[in-house]
């Protein structure tokens, strides 16, 4: 499908995952967002549209609050393709460390670090073995579910999406009654990641009791040394359970990576600290950048 020229844009399709996926390979990105599924997946809760600027593709979006900004732009061109959208006002968000010092250091421009928007990267290996001291206490929480709990952990197949949907079922309740929308967005969004898993290529593994699926985790490549955690949901009354699952999708999926990036904590204090105790190796700094008031 073609993409318009801006200032036209044309809503994210799945037929431009070829596309996509052959930029990221060349890119290597560091950032969660940039991945087809990611993108793909949430382009309802961020209505996410393609445009281009001479060779620059650039995909539009808007936050929670409603509020529009652009990616990073992709391909060649992209310093017209910031001229551009600085000019009308646009902000930038998710931009990394080298994408600001590579394209943006010597421009007169309000740079804001994004505390809540922080990628949480963190060493493989040790999600997978949680040795030493520093995480001992996830170690207790993985053998107190085990001395409790008869499970198995498999790889996910479309034989599983029934029993993964009646989890989700939980958790669009608590997103319900506790009316937190980022919570019943990405519950859709995880929704269709497992009707759409093989399309989008997610890998995922399953944690079943008693022949029900009670914790899931999906994810994809991001770049060549580093997988990306999307979705990972456990039965919220079983003690325990969502160190099962942590551990498993590190230690059954994607054995040729070295870290394990899991995606930002949006500000809630819950996610954030519980994010922080498995002590990361790593916080992935994005920013968003717009031009000054008076520019």
Known sequence: M??????????????DKPLLDRIFQELQPRVSELTFAGLYLFRNAHGYSLTMLDNALVVLGR?????????????????????????????LYAADELFVSRYLACRELEVVEDRNSFDYLYLRDELATLPGNRLHKKKNRVNYFAKRHAYRVELFARSHSEG?????????????????ASLALEVAAADEALELADALELMGVVVIVEDRVRAFSLGELLNRETAVCHFEKADPFME??????????A?????ECRFVNREQDLGEPGLRNAKLS???LELVK???VRRYAHS
């Open 278 to 280: 498995y002590h990361p």
């Open 251 to 255: 230690s059954r999926l994607f054995g």
């Open 63 to 91: 936050g929670y609050d409603g509020l529009s900004y652009f990616l990073p732009p992709l391909n060649a061109g992209i310093p017209h393709a910031l001229d551009v959208l600085f000019s009308q006002g646009m902000e």
């Open 286 to 288: 994005k920013y968003r």
């Open 164 to 180: 993964c949907r009646e989890l989700l079922e939980v958790w669009r309740s608590m997103a319900e009654t506790e009316q937190n």
């Open 2 to 15: 073609e993409i318009p020229a801006y200032p036209h844009s044309r809503p994210l399709d799945i037929s």
């Open 240 to 249: 325990g359970l969502s160190q099962v699952v942590n551990q498993a999708f």
